[in-house]
T-cell receptor, first 106, second 112 residues
Framework: GIQVEQSPPDLILQEGANSTLRCNFS?????LQWFHQNPWGQLINLFY???GTKQNGRLSATTVATERYSLLYISSSQTTDSGVYFC????????FGKGTHLIIQP | KAGVTQTPRYLIKTRGQQVTLSCSPI?????VSWYQQTPGQGLQFLFE???????NKGNFPGRFSGRQFSNSRSEMNVSTLELGDSALYLC???????????FGSGTRLTVV
């Protein structure tokens, strides 16, 4: 089946640090998206990025479809960045990874 | 503007029963998609509707069904509930199918 692997599974950082989250696909990358679920369960669609690079404030994402991976960069982390980050894509464009659980400590 | 509204927020049902969950999208959004989230399986896509037509369907048994009305509101139905159906069910709406989703707060379903 379609495999979507996210790394690292867990990450603990101090406020102000930068981080890179990765999403690897066993098959082709289609309809790649990044999501953030805050500690209260609310999901937010961060990026739709089937290829190339996009930036939104302190967050940016890059997808290299030919090498079947995507990266999410978070700069100058804030405690509000805490939560779980999911990528979604794969050949069907519908498969989620297991997520990266990020904790930003003050 | 009002966000995506899911009702009810919490629900307890007995095995074998059926349940209907409702999702009201943001005004003007014509696409509604549904997701199941459990500790074991994580986030999984259920289905997506656009202008009353199902555009995509995830890998779930036929007990899971949905529909979208002409006003873009959507319902999903689960028949013959099993304990494993206990989950957070999330709905999202977007202007077009495929991206730009805004999520609701979810319906927490517990099957006992």
């Amino acid at each position: 089946g379609i495999q979507v692997e996210q790394s690292p599974p867990d990450l603990i950082l101090q406020e102000g640090a930068n981080s890179t989250l990765r999403c690897n696909f066993s098959d082709s990358v289609n309809n790649l998206q990044w999501f953030h679920q805050n500690p209260w369960g609310q999901l937010i669609n961060l990026f739709y990025i089937p290829s190339g690079t996009k930036q939104n404030g302190r967050l940016s994402a890059t997808t290299v479809a030919t090498e079947r991976y995507s990266l999410l960069y978070i700069s100058s982390s804030q405690t509000t960045d805490s939560g779980v980050y999911f990528c979604r894509g794969g050949a069907d464009g519908l498969t989620f990874g297991k997520g990266t659980h990020l904790i930003i400590q003050p | 503007k009002a966000g995506v509204t899911q009702t009810p927020r919490y629900l307890i049902k007995t095995r074998g029963q059926q349940v209907t969950l409702s999702c009201s999208p943001i005004s003007g959004h014509r696409s509604v998609s549904w997701y199941q989230q459990t500790p074991g399986q994580g986030l999984q896509f259920l289905f997506e509707y656009f202008s009353e037509t199902q555009r995509n369907k995830g890998n779930f048994p036929g007990r899971f069904s949905g529909r979208q009305f002409s006003n873009s509101r959507s319902e999903m139905n689960v028949s013959t509930l099993e304990l494993g159906d206990s989950a957070l069910y999330l709905c999202a709406s977007s202007l077009e199918a495929g991206n730009g989703y805004t999520f609701g707060s979810g319906t927490r379903l517990t099957v006992v």
